[in-house]
């Protein structure tokens, strides 16, 4: 097997490379480039502008294969649209309020020998964070922040990161992008595709083939089912990105673990929300029936987390030929950290992001939560070719994204990992089709318009959104339902009966 590395800076036949797409179909995409979209030391516009492209391509793709009318549909990829949607959740408003962003004890902290990065905004993981410093966990914030502080600038930003960790809770050190290159995970990391692709072992379905697309807006994912067992902010943007496209997506959550109500909305408008508890012998059971007439499940749980009620690829395929598995994880399958429970902040910590777009003495953010939009947007697009190649074999597929390895694509650190699981396919380092220079990109104002957010009423009260990035000539360009209530759905298929 031979071995390609991936250009330096993030493109879009990079990442259709990375997705075993057809090289000529990267013409079919077209970019309006705005000045001052996703401004960082780090080529953030181009990766973003590259995920979106590469999940629009797909979709355009699998309408064409689909039966549509036509050549693959002409796509065009908008700075200005990307940029405001890799910030969704910034400009949500909910009934006129703007959304809850990080926690009290999601930040930085300065500890004796360099800085730590927390992320406490779930209940739970606030506990855990306090519980493992020593703190009593029904510290008021005001007073946490002031005792955390004060415990952490006495401890090595390594050993709270153990310490915090064993736990259970979230808690990285910042490091360089050397120390992450040289850091286990960071050499399992650099190791992987940029999308992890095989196909699942079992007899092809030749049953269940999708129809022709009809009506308008184009759907090409109208009629496929959906099962959504992701959370936060990068799976759910991927599944957001099939629901727009006509996928009767259904979230499935624990009881137990509700999600963040604003973030929820965020990422909710398409979808239906359904909460099932999978150790219940009822929830098991409802659950195995949606696997039978499912057509993709989406997981973004830490590897293994959901192994035990069969939620492992091989499992699933087993009971359902010609599904495709896709899956989402922070730090990846492989290394010393793939089971640690991980976010986009704790990844750019870890990798050597912080202290590019800031310093070792200050660390410093993307301009937006690109490893998550972005992964989101590259997981949708290995579903959607997924599906495509599925409708020619009828055979089942997985597909895999983490984004600890999109942020070893933005940052340049690619050691010579294949762009193709199981295939030495060439990547170009040919910039890509041709490119309209449109006017600046100017972010939303409060009070302001923007042509990239619209609003409309729903369960949630009025709302205010940004407008999906992905587009394509007679495609979808807004989601067809807004979020509902987070956990109230029946666990059936749209359409079935009750």
Same mark, same amino acid.
């Given at each position: 097997?031979?071995?390609?590395?991936?250009?330096?800076?993030?493109?879009?036949?990079?990442?259709?490379?990375?997705?075993?797409?057809?090289?000529?179909?990267?013409?079919?995409?077209?970019?309006?480039?705005?000045?001052?979209?996703?401004?960082?030391?780090?080529?953030?516009?181009?990766?973003?502008?590259?995920?979106?492209?590469?999940?629009?391509?797909?979709?355009?793709?699998?309408?064409?294969?689909?039966?549509?009318?036509?050549?693959?549909?002409?796509?065009?990829?908008?700075?200005?649209?990307?940029?405001?949607?890799?910030?969704?959740?910034?400009?949500?408003?909910?009934?006129?309020?703007?959304?809850?962003?990080?926690?009290?004890?999601?930040?930085?902290?300065?500890?004796?020998?360099?800085?730590?990065?927390?992320?406490?905004?779930?209940?739970?993981?606030?506990?855990?964070?306090?519980?493992?410093?020593?703190?009593?966990?029904?510290?008021?914030?005001?007073?946490?922040?002031?005792?955390?502080?004060?415990?952490?600038?006495?401890?090595?930003?390594?050993?709270?990161?153990? /310490?915090? &960790?064993?736990? @259970?809770? $979230?808690?990285?050190?910042?490091?360089? %992008? !050397? +120390?992450? =290159? *040289?850091?286990?995970? #960071?050499?399992?990391?650099?190791?992987?595709?940029?999308?992890?692709?095989?196909?699942?072992?079992?007899?092809?379905?030749?049953?269940?083939?999708?129809?022709?697309?009809?009506?308008?807006?184009?759907?090409?994912?109208?009629?496929?089912?959906?099962?959504?067992?992701?959370?936060?902010?990068?799976?759910?943007?991927?599944?957001?990105?099939?629901?727009?496209?006509?996928?009767?997506?259904?979230?499935?959550?624990?009881?137990?673990?509700?999600?963040?109500?604003?973030?929820?909305?965020?990422?909710?408008?398409?979808?239906?929300?359904?909460?099932?508890?999978?150790?219940?012998?009822?929830?098991?059971?409802?659950?195995?029936?949606?696997?039978?007439?499912?057509?993709?499940?989406? /997981?973004? &749980?830490?590897? @293994?987390? $959901?192994?035990?009620?069969?939620?492992? %690829? !091989? +499992?699933? =395929? *087993?009971?359902?030929? #010609?599904?495709?598995?896709?899956?989402?994880?922070?730090?990846?399958?492989?290394?010393?950290?793939?089971?640690?429970?991980?976010?986009?902040?704790?990844?750019?910590?870890?990798?050597?992001?912080?202290?590019?777009?800031?310093?070792?003495?200050?660390?410093?953010?993307?301009?937006?939560?690109?490893?998550?939009?972005?992964?989101?947007?590259?997981?949708?697009?290995?579903?959607?070719?997924?599906?495509?190649?599925?409708?020619?074999?009828?055979?089942?597929?997985?597909?895999?994204?983490?984004?600890?390895?999109?942020?070893?694509?933005?940052?340049?650190?690619?050691?010579?990992?294949?762009?193709?699981?199981?295939?030495?396919?060439?990547?170009?380092?040919?910039?890509?089709?041709?490119?309209?220079?449109?006017?600046?990109?100017?972010?939303?104002?409060?009070?302001?318009?923007?042509?990239?957010?619209?609003?409309?009423? #729903?369960?949630?009260?009025?709302?205010?959104?940004?407008?999906?990035?992905?587009?394509?000539?007679?495609?979808?360009?807004?989601?067809?339902?807004?979020?509902?209530?987070?956990?109230?759905?029946?666990?059936?298929?749209?359409?079935?009966?009750?």
């Amino acid at each position: 097997m031979t071995h390609e590395a991936l250009p330096t800076a993030p493109d879009l036949r990079s990442a259709w490379t990375a997705l075993g797409g057809d090289p000529a179909l990267p013409s079919r995409v077209g970019t309006v480039v705005r000045a001052g979209a996703l401004p960082s030391p780090l080529p953030v516009r181009e990766l973003a502008r590259a995920c979106v492209g590469a999940a629009s391509l797909a979709a355009a793709e699998l309408a064409a294969e689909r039966g549509a009318p036509g050549p693959v549909p002409a796509v065009e990829v908008d700075d200005g649209a990307v940029a405001t949607s890799f910030v969704s959740e910034r400009h949500l408003r909910v009934g006129g309020r703007a959304p809850v962003a990080f926690a009290p004890l999601s930040r930085w902290w300065r500890t004796a020998d360099g800085w730590l990065r927390t992320h406490a905004n779930y209940p739970h993981h606030r506990t855990r964070l306090l519980t493992a410093l020593g703190l009593p966990a029904d510290t008021a914030d005001e007073d946490a922040v002031e005792r955390v502080a004060q415990v952490l600038a006495r401890s090595s930003a390594p050993g709270a990161e153990e /310490t915090v &960790y064993a736990a @259970g809770g $979230l808690a990285v050190a910042l490091r360089t %992008p !050397a +120390a992450w =290159a *040289a850091h286990p995970q #960071g050499a399992a990391v650099a190791g992987l595709p940029l999308v992890e692709r095989a196909v699942l072992p079992g007899r092809p379905d030749g049953s269940r083939p999708l129809p022709p697309p009809d009506g308008v807006p184009l759907l090409p994912a109208a009629g496929v089912r959906v099962l959504d067992l992701t959370r936060v902010i990068a799976g759910p943007v991927a599944t957001r990105t099939l629901a727009l496209l006509g996928a009767d997506v259904l979230r499935i959550d624990s009881p137990e673990l509700p999600e963040l109500p604003d973030q929820y909305v965020d990422t909710g408008f398409g979808k239906r929300s359904t909460a099932l508890d999978l150790a219940s012998p009822s929830g098991r059971r409802t659950f195995d029936a949606l696997v039978e007439r499912a057509d993709v499940v989406v /997981t973004g &749980y830490r590897p @293994g987390c $959901l192994d035990r009620f069969g939620v492992d %690829p !091989a +499992a699933l =395929a *087993a009971r359902r030929p #010609g599904l495709v598995v896709a899956r989402l994880s922070a730090w990846g399958p492989s290394g010393p950290w793939a089971r640690r429970r991980g976010f986009d902040s704790l990844v750019q910590a870890a990798c050597g992001i912080a202290v590019t777009t800031g310093s070792p003495e200050r660390p410093g953010a993307l301009p937006a939560q690109a490893l998550d939009h972005g992964s989101g947007h590259l997981l949708a697009a290995g579903v959607l070719r997924a599906l495509t190649l599925r409708q020619r074999d009828g055979a089942g597929r997985s597909v895999g994204v983490c984004l600890a390895r999109t942020a070893a694509w933005l940052t340049g650190i690619d050691t010579g990992a294949d762009a193709v699981a199981g295939a030495g396919a060439v990547a170009t380092t040919d910039p890509g089709p041709s490119r309209t220079v449109g006017a600046p990109y100017r972010p939303q104002t409060p009070g302001g318009t923007d042509r990239w957010l619209t609003e409309r009423d #729903g369960p949630h009260g009025r709302l205010r959104y940004a407008l999906p990035p992905v587009r394509f000539a007679g495609g979808p360009t807004d989601w067809a339902t807004p979020p509902g209530p987070w956990g109230t759905d029946p666990a059936r298929w749209r359409g079935d009966p009750a």
